[in-house]
């Protein structure tokens, strides 16, 4: 009936192996849906979120459908021989899976299942826009800025929107602006997925789109699920509804950079590699320190009493010297992305590296918060200042004090400077109540709060002494009763 090679099977189970098809309770979903028709095959998979579909010409005989579970077929094709082939054919009781192990055909009989257990896949119109090549690796970098914070309901996806994709996680900022789509309203929300590792990095795609009637009369329509399609793959996913912050506000101009690094590549391959291993890797937001001097630039890393400083030799610095921090993931990832100038104003501003139409920038992490060979620390990085607009998300944001309100009163030219940190609260505890004055009415409350939470652990102790004060109080009361009855008892014994 359908006939596949063991290279497309291990193709169609790399692919579908994204969806985590092992894990849902309902067994038609933790199966591939083999649509045969002649000359032609078509293969399904969903976790009800997302749909993927392999649709591709296939040596097949006759029409049919069934339901293959995933880990019988991923197993077929891990033990298969390389250059054999897997073919699924009817069987008097059934289907059965063949494969060769060894030189030895092997046959697995398919477990009957209920097609109309199986749900219906999204239909899509037939128009689809067409995308510029490269979109696919453009999405996979920007889903690595992505929040990972289940909470942030709308940082979890990429924003596609008529010119840009760009991803956030309050921190990090990754946008580009190669597109030119038509898409109703400002754009759509993409959740983050792994999927897109099926798809051609590099080669073009193509986005479709449905549509329903917005709830105010004469408003645009809006788009409630979307696929983005490329050769024989189609990833289709429901939209995630809300408002993406207003990202643009928070990325400073180029020009007003006054400091710029172009690394080489031989220092862009070393710093991908090296970093990751040194000293602080492990402490809170990785920290290194960058320090530029009219002589060079060097990355500078610190703990546990181990110092380590990464010259950049080959790389190109200009601009007046200053000193930043930051968390050394968002340069290895930069790097790892092909962007090589690095941009910088001064230890507060956000970091902007940018390669032709792209941009990634993040947040510095405090400098006195840096590790330092005597005094290890953990640092706290700085939120990316995002502007919002009130977004209409379904699920709460534990992290909005991470983004600046919308009416936050900076400037795309002039992004809002992080106040300097005090020092942990904890660590500045005085009966001084001049320092109480300079710590202002929040830090006296802090006080205050601290001060109940110390007075009730003490009367939680007293208590407990008390208690067993009290237990030993009736214990002695107890042994002077027996001895009072002992001496009763003696008096009436006759000598």
Same mark, same amino acid.
Request: aromatic share 4%.
């Given at each position: 009936m359908l006939t596949l090679s063991v290279q497309r099977a291990r193709e169609l189970a790399a692919g579908f192996r994204t969806l985590k098809l092992t894990k849902p309770v309902l067994p038609a979903l933790r199966c591939l849906r083999f649509t045969v028709t002649p000359g032609h095959c078509e293969v399904q998979a969903t976790n009800l979120s997302e749909w993927l579909t392999h649709s591709a010409e296939a040596t097949t005989t006759g029409t049919a459908s069934l339901l293959v579970p995933f880990e /019988?077929? #991923? @197993?077929a094709v891990k033990t298969a021989d390389a250059k054999s082939d897997l073919a699924l054919n009817e069987a008097k009781d059934g289907w059965e899976l063949t494969c060769t192990i060894g030189g030895q055909g092997v046959t697995h009989a398919v477990p009957p299942f209920d097609l109309g257990e199986f749900p219906k896949p999204w239909v899509f119109p037939e128009s689809a826009q067409p995308m510029p090549a490269g979109i696919i690796r453009t999405f996979m @970098? *920007?889903? *690595? *800025? *992505? =929040? %990972?914070d289940t909470t942030r309901y709308i940082l979890n996806g990429v924003w596609l929107s008529p010119t840009h994709v760009v991803a956030t996680d309050g921190r990090q900022i990754f946008a =580009?602006?190669?597109l030119a789509l038509k898409i109703p309203g400002r754009g759509m929300i993409f959740p983050t997925a792994a999927a897109l590792k099926s798809f051609d990095a590099g080669a073009p795609a193509a986005l479709l789109f449905r549509t329903e009637t917005a709830p105010i009369e004469g408003a645009e329509a809006i788009a409630t699920h979307a696929a983005i399609r490329q050769g024989a793959w189609t990833w289709a996913v429901k939209i995630v509804e809300g408002s993406f912050p207003e990202w643009s506000r928070a990325v400073p101009k180029e020009e007003s950079m006054l400091s710029r690094i172009v690394f080489s590549e031989a220092d862009a391959t070393r710093l991908q590699r090296v970093l990751p291993k040194l000293p602080g890797a492990a402490h809170h937001n990785a920290p290194v320190t960058l320090v530029v001097t009219g002589s060079g630039a060097e990355l500078r890393t610190a703990a546990n009493g181990s110092t380590v400083n !990464?010259? /950049? %030799?080959?790389? !190109? !610095? %200009?601009? $007046? $010297?200053v000193t930043v921090g930051f968390n050394r993931g968002f340069l290895v990832q930069s790097l790892a992305h092909g962007f090589r100038a690095l941009n910088i104003r001064d230890e507060r501003t956000p970091v902007l590296m940018r390669e032709g139409n792209r941009t990634h920038l993040w947040m510095p992490v405090r400098l006195e918060a840096c590790p330092s060979p005597s005094a290890p620390a953990e640092p706290e990085a700085s939120p990316v200042p995002v502007p919002s607009n009130p977004p209409t998300e379904t699920k709460p944001q534990s992290e909005n004090n991470n983004m600046v309100s919308p009416n936050s009163s900076h400037t795309p030219e002039s992004p809002v400077a992080q106040p300097a940190a005090k020092p942990a609260f904890a660590a500045r505890i005085c009966a001084n109540p001049e320092q109480v004055a300079e710590y202002g009415p929040l830090d006296t409350l802090l006080r205050a709060k601290e001060l109940l939470r110390e007075l009730q652990t003490a009367i939680t102790a007293t208590n407990v002494e008390v208690r067993e004060l009290v237990r030993e109080k009736r #214990? !002695?009361?107890?042994d002077l009763e027996a001895l009072k009855r002992n001496l009763r008892v003696l008096k009436t014994v006759e000598v």
């Open positions: /019988l077929f #991923a @197993e @970098e *920007a889903m *690595a *800025a *992505a =929040s %990972t =580009s602006n190669s !990464v010259g /950049l %030799t080959d790389s !190109v !610095v %200009t601009g $007046p $010297p #214990a !002695v009361e107890k």
